[in-house]
C-alpha cells in the first residue's frame, strides 16, 4: 500500500514556475514508477510525465516537454515536477500516481494522490 500527498500547486503568473512535490508512504517507494498527470475542468485526466524507480528513466507528455521536469528522490521518498514557462493551459489539478510496472503514457496506475491545484494567470 502507498498513500501520496501533493504540494506546491497554487497560481502563478504565465511564464511563472512552480515546483510540486509529492510524498509517499510505504518503504518499497523506490521500487514504483511515479507518474504526474493532470485534469482541467471538463477534460479527461492526462498524463504529463513519469519516472522509472531508478530515475533514469523520464517520459514526458509532447505538451510540456522542454518546460517541465520531473525526479525523484528515493531516500526523500519523494517526487518532483518542476514547471517553468507555465501557460494558462497548463491550468488544471495535478495528481500524482504509483505504479510497480512502467506504464508509459498509460493512466492505469494503482495508486493516486488527492490532487493540487496548478491555476496559470495570463
Known amino acids: 500500500q502507498v498513500q501520496l500527498v501533493e504540494s506546491g500547486g497554487g497560481l502563478v503568473q504565465a511564464g511563472g514556475s512552480l515546483r510540486l512535490s509529492c510524498a509517499a508512504s510505504?518503504?518499497?517507494?523506490?521500487?514504483?514508477?511515479m507518474g504526474w498527470f493532470r485534469q482541467a475542468p471538463g477534460k479527461e485526466r492526462e498524463f504529463v510525465a513519469a519516472?522509472?524507480?531508478?530515475?533514469?528513466?523520464?517520459l514526458y507528455a509532447d505538451s510540456v516537454k522542454g518546460r517541465f521536469t520531473v525526479s525523484r528522490d528515493n531516500a526523500k521518498n519523494t517526487v518532483y515536477l518542476q514547471m517553468n514557462s507555465l501557460k494558462p493551459e497548463d491550468t488544471a489539478v495535478y495528481y500524482c500516481?504509483?505504479?510497480?510496472?512502467?506504464?508509459?503514457?498509460?493512466?492505469?496506475?494503482?495508486?493516486w494522490g488527492q490532487g493540487t491545484q496548478v491555476t496559470v494567470s495570463s
Open positions: 500516481a504509483a505504479n510497480y510496472r512502467w506504464l508509459g503514457v498509460g493512466l492505469d496506475y494503482d495508486y
Open positions: 510505504g518503504r518499497t517507494f523506490s521500487s514504483y514508477t
Open positions: 519516472i522509472d524507480w531508478s530515475g533514469g528513466g523520464t
